[in-house]
């Protein structure tokens, strides 16, 4: 029971979605229950129903009065642009920037 306790309080990385996997890491996988999956070498976990990489677009409007104010504006909001980024990536299965 001690054993179920701390497999069940353990923390892991899903990759439902699929995405990168680095060796020595360890990440929830499974198509019939919950699996851990602790890979040798790095690699991708492609999710059931698709195979092959996917190309994410990711558009952004930004109105800035000049190129100075664009440029504050990014500087700014650069945590934010890469979130976003990266939550469309990993969505979809790819490597996050950061």
């Not at 919950?34 to 690699?43: A, I, K, L, M, V």
């Not at 976003?84 to 979809?92: D, K």
């Amino acid at each position: 029971m001690a054993q179920v306790n701390a497999i069940k309080g353990t923390q892991y990385q899903g990759r439902r979605r699929g995405g990168p996997v680095v060796p020595g890491e360890t990440y929830m996988v499974g198509e019939d229950g919950p699996e851990e999956f602790r890979p040798r070498t790095s690699g991708s976990i492609v999710p059931n129903g698709r195979g092959g990489s996917t190309e994410v677009v990711i558009n952004f409007n930004i109105n800035a009065v000049d190129a100075a104010g664009f440029d504050t504006l990014l500087a700014e909001r650069k945590d934010t642009i890469i979130g976003v980024i990266n939550q469309a990536l990993n969505e979809n299965g790819q490597r996050s920037l950061v």
